[in-house]
């Protein structure tokens, strides 16, 4: 049997970054180098890595999210970016989205040690709960999958008007290129690259940006989010 990794100190960087909230992202950094790793949420040769690769890495994406507006975590995981986004930034409604049982919990279990009352945590896959759902300002996503299939997923739990923020890697341009028929017919008006945490991760994270019309999802989405909203409410009257 291996020795776990140890988790290193936090950097000078997380201690700006996380401001008064820096104890509980020392916390959540040692839930996820923890029990993270023995409930196999994320790999063991992360934990060396966790600030600077993770939560540093997920924490600057607040850049360039707007003020005072509703997030969904699609694909939430372990909570990145989730998680480090609500510890930066308490204006924000964060909704992480999960399909998997023991990921919820432990998101749930992170959501309550570290008092984030403005995250909730939701158990299904973003096709399930379109329609049940009130649709949000903004999604955000990581390493969930390439960015044809992901904007599938997100983009139709988006309010008119709203964004996709996807953290990508080398790949980014490339992605944007081969998806952009797909975000096209899914209500996509713009895209755009974005370099954010400027001194404070080295590579900058990259941001895809996918900003939608009036028409998230397309008109497909749409009778499918017309058709889970009638159902809802046939629901509430019984």
């Given amino acids: 049997m291996t020795e776990a990794a140890e988790l290193p100190p936090a950097p000078e960087q997380a201690r700006a970054v996380f401001g008064e909230r820096f104890a509980d992202a020392v916390r959540y950094a040692e839930l996820l180098a923890e029990a993270g790793v023995q409930r196999g949420l994320i790999g063991p040769r992360e934990v060396p890595r ?19 507006v509703t997030v969904c975590d699609v694909g939430s995981g372990a909570g990145l970016p989730g998680i480090p986004l609500a510890l930066v930034r308490d204006d924000l409604k964060i909704t992480l989205l999960e399909p998997l049982l023991r990921r919820t919990n432990f998101l749930t279990e ?18 399930e709960v379109m329609g049940t759902m009130p649709a949000v300002h903004v999604v955000t996503a990581r390493a969930v999958a390439p960015l044809d299939r992901l904007a599938t997923w997100g983009i139709p739990l988006l309010r008119p008007y709203g964004e996709m923020l996807a953290l990508k890697g080398d790949t980014a341009v490339e992605e944007l290129k081969s998806a952009a028929t797909a975000l096209s017919k899914l209500g996509a008006v713009e895209t755009s690259i974005l370099h954010v945490g400027e001194g404070v991760v080295d590579p900058l994270s990259t941001v895809v940006r996918v900003e939608v019309g009036e028409s998230p999802g397309g008109v497909r989405f749409a009778a499918k989010r017309a058709k889970a909203a009638r159902t809802g409410r046939t629901r509430r009257r019984r």
């Avoid at 600077?52 to 999210?65: G, K, M, P």
């Avoid at 992170?110 to 896959?125: P, S």
């Fill in 50 to 68: 966790l600030w600077e690769r993770h939560l540093l890495n997920c924490a600057v994406l607040s850049e360039v999210v707007p003020e005072g």
């Fill in 110 to 127: 992170v959501v309550e040690l570290l008092g984030l009352d403005h995250v909730t945590v939701v158990r299904g896959r973003a096709e």
